[in-house]
Every structure is written in structure tokens, then in C-alpha cells.
């Protein structure tokens, strides 16, 4: 229980290769224990892509697709290029989780673009106001009653007291940082940093009780205007949810390092009555 994944050997698959990986129990979702968070299985494609990406280009956008429930059974991710070009590229990933007979069915799908880097430093516009560096603020009530748990149990929190206009809340604010890294005995890039925990601004924005309500999603999508520099690993969080009537949500994120605001998030939500 070292880290989310560890590896295996890797396989060949009707001519594609296969990077293999046992999750642990690390992995776990607050709504089963028999399913993986978002977050690990993102990060893990993640991590293929920027092995995949070419020298030269930096990735601008992440697309994150959960296609169903990600079991914790052994799972298989590959990369590959969509789109090739020198300036412009698109790579994707796909995560593949074996069933109960054994077979492996994909359950997550990642598109990447990347672009060619060049020197853009007398351009820099940046009006997103700072994190504040560090809070004492109380948990959402049910991070409190499962954070020992799973993905929550893997991570630390640190909330920030959010801000108050006209006496309603605003968004809420929350640095985190994966206890353990993604796969046993590997040092994670910044960006797999990022992926290890970003999806976790669905459950930092709820305001729900979810012993009334499920609030679920089934992707996500960052735009980043720069690379993430992470301090000791800390992400910083502030999300914000919008409820519709007809049972359709969405989470808004704004994402930070220690250097200020480098990326900005957005996850569609299934909300139901329990």
C-alpha cells in the first residue's frame, strides 16, 4: 500500500503495447471500495501521454473520459499519437481493466494536445487572483466521515477558508497532495501530481449530503497556460459547483502551484436522489 499502482510486465495485444499495473486499495472511490477514484486511473494515462509526447511539445489540454465503473482489478494503459505534427499534436490514452472472467474491457479514455514551446515570457498574462498559501478552514461534512478511506485516506487536505460576498460562499478552497506515489517505486512528474488528485475538485466543491444525494462525474477536462512547478507536491483547488433542476451539474476549477495559477478545470456531473 505504497503507492496507487504497481507495476507489472508489460504485454503485447494484437500488435500494441501494454504498460500493466495492480491497483491497491489506495485507489478506492468514496462511492465503493470495490471501485477506483477518478483520479488514479486519469493520472495513469497521464503518465503515458507525457512518455508518449515528443521532445519539444508540452501538453495544453487534458481530456479525461470515464467510460463506467473502474474496477480495482488489474489494469493495462497504452498510449498512442491521433494526430501528428510538429507544432500541433494529439495524442491519446486508454486505460483497460479486467472483468470477472478475466477479460479486459477499456473503462477510461484521455485526448492530449500538445503543443510546440517557444519563449512567450514578455506575453505573460496572468489576472486570476492568488491561493492563499494555507487554511485551517473545516472539511466538507463528508470528507470528514470517509477520509481515512480509499483515495481520501491517500491524500492530504488542507482547506482554506473561502471568500464571502454579500453573505453567500464562494467557491471552496483546498490545497492537497498525494500521500504516495502514482506507481510503486517511481518518482511522479508535476502534471502526473496534478492528475493524481484534480478530479478531486468535484468532492471539494460539493455542498451536498450524500446520504440524500450522489453527485457523480464521468469526465473532466484541464487547460493549462503553463507547466505546473509544485512545492513539495501541494495542489492548490478552488471549484465551485453549479446544480441544475433536471438532474445535470458541473464543476468549475481554478488550479494553482505555489507559484500562482497555471490551469483551469471543469467536470459534468450526474446528480440524483439517493
Not at 505534427?85 to 479486467?98: M, P, Y
Not at 519563449?119 to 466538507?140: H, I, K, Q, S
Not at 458541473?250 to 494553482?256: F, G, P, Q, R
Given at each position: 500500500?505504497?503507492?496507487?499502482f504497481?507495476p507489472?510486465?508489460d504485454?503485447?495485444?494484437?500488435g500494441?503495447?501494454?504498460?500493466?499495473?495492480?491497483?491497491?486499495?489506495?485507489?478506492a472511490?468514496?462511492?465503493?471500495?470495490?471501485?477506483?477514484?477518478?483520479?488514479?486511473?486519469?493520472?495513469?494515462?497521464?503518465?503515458?501521454?507525457?512518455?508518449?509526447?515528443a521532445?519539444g511539445?508540452?501538453?495544453?489540454?487534458?481530456?479525461?473520459?470515464?467510460?463506467?465503473?473502474?474496477?480495482?482489478?488489474?489494469?493495462?494503459v497504452?498510449?498512442?499519437?491521433?494526430?501528428?505534427?510538429?507544432?500541433?499534436?494529439?495524442?491519446?490514452?486508454?486505460v483497460e481493466?479486467?472483468?470477472?472472467?478475466?477479460?479486459?474491457?477499456?473503462?477510461?479514455?484521455?485526448?492530449?494536445?500538445?503543443?510546440?514551446?517557444?519563449?512567450?515570457?514578455?506575453?505573460?498574462r496572468?489576472?486570476?487572483?492568488?491561493?492563499?498559501?494555507?487554511?485551517?478552514?473545516?472539511?466538507?461534512?463528508?470528507?470528514?466521515?470517509?477520509?481515512?478511506?480509499?483515495?481520501?485516506?491517500?491524500?492530504?487536505?488542507?482547506?482554506?477558508?473561502?471568500?464571502?460576498?454579500?453573505?453567500?460562499?464562494?467557491?471552496?478552497h483546498?490545497?492537497?497532495?498525494?500521500?504516495?506515489?502514482?506507481?510503486?517505486?517511481?518518482?511522479?512528474?508535476?502534471?502526473?501530481?496534478?492528475?493524481?488528485?484534480?478530479?478531486?475538485?468535484?468532492?471539494?466543491?460539493?455542498?451536498?449530503?450524500?446520504?440524500?444525494?450522489?453527485w457523480?462525474?464521468?469526465?473532466?477536462?484541464?487547460?493549462?497556460?503553463?507547466?505546473?512547478?509544485?512545492?513539495?507536491?501541494?495542489v492548490?483547488?478552488?471549484?465551485?459547483?453549479?446544480?441544475?433542476?433536471?438532474?445535470?451539474?458541473?464543476?468549475?476549477?481554478e488550479?494553482?502551484?505555489?507559484?500562482?495559477?497555471?490551469?483551469?478545470?471543469?467536470?459534468?456531473?450526474?446528480?440524483a436522489?439517493?
Amino acid at each position: 500500500m505504497d503507492a496507487f499502482f504497481h507495476p507489472g510486465p508489460d504485454v503485447d495485444v494484437d500488435g500494441a503495447r501494454y504498460e500493466v499495473f495492480e491497483p491497491t486499495r489506495l485507489t478506492a472511490s468514496v462511492w465503493a471500495d470495490t471501485m477506483q477514484h477518478g483520479a488514479p486511473p486519469a493520472a495513469l494515462m497521464v503518465r503515458a501521454l507525457e512518455r508518449a509526447c515528443a521532445p519539444g511539445l508540452q501538453i495544453s489540454r487534458v481530456t479525461i473520459e470515464l467510460l463506467g465503473v473502474v474496477p480495482i482489478t488489474q489494469s493495462r494503459v497504452r498510449a498512442w499519437v491521433s494526430r501528428p505534427g510538429r507544432a500541433i499534436s494529439l495524442f491519446t490514452a486508454e486505460v483497460e481493466c479486467a472483468d470477472r472472467s478475466g477479460e479486459f474491457r477499456p473503462v477510461a479514455r484521455a485526448h492530449a494536445w500538445a503543443l510546440s514551446t517557444s519563449d512567450t515570457a514578455a506575453f505573460v498574462r496572468d489576472v486570476v487572483p492568488a491561493l492563499p498559501a494555507d487554511g485551517d478552514a473545516p472539511a466538507p461534512a463528508f470528507f470528514e466521515a470517509v477520509r481515512e478511506a480509499g483515495f481520501l485516506g491517500a491524500c492530504e487536505w488542507r482547506f482554506v477558508p473561502p471568500a464571502v460576498e454579500d453573505g453567500v460562499e464562494g467557491a471552496r478552497h483546498c490545497w492537497v497532495r498525494a500521500r504516495v506515489p502514482l506507481v510503486a517505486g517511481e518518482e511522479p512528474t508535476d502534471l502526473v501530481r496534478v492528475f493524481s488528485v484534480i478530479d478531486a475538485a468535484n468532492g471539494i466543491s460539493a455542498r451536498m449530503d450524500p446520504t440524500r444525494v450522489t453527485w457523480m462525474n464521468m469526465d473532466m477536462t484541464v487547460h493549462l497556460h503553463r507547466a505546473p512547478r509544485l512545492s513539495a507536491g501541494w495542489v492548490g483547488i478552488a471549484a465551485d459547483q453549479q446544480i441544475g433542476p433536471e438532474g445535470l451539474g458541473a464543476t468549475a476549477s481554478e488550479i494553482y502551484d505555489a507559484d500562482g495559477h497555471f490551469a483551469r478545470g471543469s467536470q459534468t456531473l450526474l446528480v440524483a436522489a439517493r
